[in-house]
């Protein structure tokens, strides 16, 4: 298990930019593959990224693909989420998650640690 802790939401007007941030207290981040997901109000918890342990894939929901960018810092053992042109429908509780699966055949059922989450809120 991997304790991580997300910061960075807040609220930013239509367009606008945020980076999140998931510090991660393992000493072996670097070999967990890495993901976003966020969580709007009334809805089911949804994929949003993925990074593989060492930052040479990644992977993105279409409703985010061209705008959001994942990356790491194992040095830092530091997972990242740049978000621009937001859009109200990308207002959301952002969690940061774990995974020692195979990058190959990762699922959304597989990341097995997250963090306590952070709001992102974009206004129209």
């Known amino acids: 298990q991997v304790q991580l802790v997300e910061s960075g939401g807040g609220l930013v007007q239509a367009g606008g930019s945020l980076r999140l941030s998931c510090a991660a207290s393992?000493?072996?981040?670097?070999?967990?593959?890495m993901g976003w997901f966020r969580q709007a109000p009334g809805k089911e918890r949804e994929f949003v990224a993925a990074?593989?342990?060492?930052?040479?894939?990644?992977n993105y929901a279409d409703s985010v693909k061209g705008r959001f960018t994942i990356s790491r810092d194992n040095a830092k053992k530091t997972l990242y989420l740049q978000m621009n042109t937001l859009k109200p429908e990308d207002t959301a509780v952002y969690y940061c998650?774990?995974?020692?699966?195979?990058?190959?055949?990762?699922?959304?059922?597989?990341?097995?640690?997250w963090g306590q989450g952070t709001q992102v809120t974009v206004s129209s």
């Open positions: 393992a000493p072996a981040f670097a070999t967990y593959n």
């Open positions: 998650a774990a995974s020692r699966s195979s990058w190959c055949e990762l699922r959304n059922s597989d990341f097995s640690s």
């Open positions: 990074i593989r342990w060492n930052g040479g894939s990644t």
